[in-house]
């Protein structure tokens, strides 16, 4: 579906659950498509309906209400289904967001004008496997951070890329991210910011111990294979979700996924750059708590 052949006629609006106005901006959001007669479903994030509507490729647009963690969501949820995501910001950074709170109304006749391109970011495919065992298989937005768990002792990681050793690092950590993750955790602890629309993974130790610590870019098309091995816990976390428990020589396989995440963008695409100052030079995290 290109962007100047596209034209939405069925419209999902999902509203992050604990974002008290979120729900009802996406009534008002649903109105305003039904108006100019546009069929728009509305409700809150992960209820039936939206799934089914989303899973049944029911759907031209996936209009997400919240912050970044509900883009990622959007992310999972929509890019096997090959569905657009128009953001709109109701959260703190909006790295990931098109539109602010206070801006949708003079945002949307863009849409409905087809006045927007769509941004096509690259996902990754992560495999645990414990001996010749799968044990799960996860699509990623962000990255995959395979760690030490609450015991403060670092891990051994072994990172073989293209089935060639690379290294093995003694650190808390490693992050296999995407172009999207390399302003998220990637970020934190000192990664290099990538250009969204480039198709590298990107490895970033978390400190290590007397190992490389330096990021590195792997060639478009590379693979990872990391292994874990410890005497005591490590995990795996896949876009900031709930850690999964691994064992000593347990190893996670880290390839381009075949699903990509479309975002909808108003912007000119020097959109990222430009934005990327006032990101970084105002976190709200800070002035929340100041």
């Known amino acids: 579906m290109s962007e100047a052949e596209s034209t939405f006629k069925h419209i999902v609006i999902a509203a992050h659950p604990q974002i008290p ?7 008002k959001i649903a109105s305003f498509f039904q108006e100019r007669g546009i069929s728009a479903y509305y409700g809150l994030f992960y209820e039936n309906q939206i799934l089914a509507r989303i899973q049944n490729q029911a759907t031209d647009l996936f209009i997400a209400l919240g912050g970044d ?10 890019a096997p289904n090959n569905v657009p995501i128009l953001g709109i910001n109701l959260g703190k950074f909006g790295f990931l967001t098109e539109i602010k709170h206070d801006q949708w109304e003079e945002a949307l006749p863009n849409i409905l004008a087809k006045d927007f391109w769509l941004e ?5 495919r992560a495999e645990h496997w414990r001996e010749d065992e799968k044990r799960g298989t996860w699509l990623v937005l962000n990255e995959v951070v395979i760690s030490r768990g609450q015991t403060v002792r670092p891990v051994q990681l072994e990172a073989i890329v293209d089935s060639r050793h690379l290294t093995t690092y003694v650190a808390d950590g490693l992050i296999a991210a995407t172009p999207t993750g390399s302003t998220a955790y990637a970020l934190a602890v000192g990664g290099p910011i990538l250009p969204p629309e480039s198709r590298n993974i990107l490895l970033v130790p978390v400190a290590p111990h007397l190992s490389i610590d330096r990021a590195i870019v792997l060639a478009e098309g590379s693979s990872v294979k ?9 995990v795996i976390s896949i876009d900031g979700h709930s850690p999964i428990k691994l064992k000593s020589g347990d190893w996670v396989n880290v390839k381009t996924s075949a699903h990509t995440v479309q975002f909808v963008r108003i912007q000119d695409p020097g959109y990222f750059y430009r934005n990327l100052t006032p990101h970084m030079n105002r976190n709200p995290s800070i002035e929340k708590n100041s």
């Open 69 to 78: 963690g509900t883009m990622l969501r959007a992310g999972h949820l929509c």
């Open 21 to 27: 106005e979120a729900l009802g901006t996406a009534a």
């Open 226 to 234: 990391i292994t874990v091995f410890t005497q005591h816990e490590a």
């Open 120 to 124: 096509r970011r690259m996902m990754l």
